[in-house]
Nanobody, 115 residues
Framework: QVQLVESGGGLVQPGGSLRLSCAVS????????MGWYRQEPGSQRELVAT???????NYTDSVKGRFTISRDNAKNTVYLQMNNLKPEDTAVYYC?????????WGQGTQVTVSS
């Protein structure tokens, strides 16, 4: 069992920044992929960024150069640093762990970008 808890969402003006955190309940052994997803009302959940156990990162085109996924193994925490936020980034953001045989999801944290 893996439990994920997101935090750090909120209301921010366009051009502002937020850092999302995902606290992981236990150490994960073997190969895995950490990911951040987001979902707008009435839309499908979409992949934002991934970080593999080997340290490789990938981003969807719309956030490249603005968002950064990282981890702090000592704190069992994964981060999503979001800079130069746009209204189009408004969504509920979810943390995900893909173990290959099973996926684990957090509850989500709301990010609203508005003036």
């Amino acid at each position: 069992q893996v439990q994920l808890v997101e935090s750090g969402g909120g209301l921010v003006q366009p051009g502002g920044s937020l850092r999302l955190s995902c606290a992981v309940s236990r150490l994960i052994f073997g190969a895995y992929v950490m990911g951040w997803y987001r979902q707008e009302p009435g839309s499908q959940r979409e992949l934002v960024a991934t970080l593999t156990s080997g340290g490789d990162t990938n981003y969807t085109d719309s956030v490249k150069g603005r968002f950064t996924i990282s981890r702090d193994n000592a704190k069992n925490t994964v981060y999503l640093q979001m800079n130069n936020l746009k209204p189009e980034d408004t969504a509920v953001y979810y943390c995900n762990v893909n173990l290959g045989f099973r996926n684990f999801w957090g509850q989500g944290t709301q990010v609203t970008v508005s003036s």
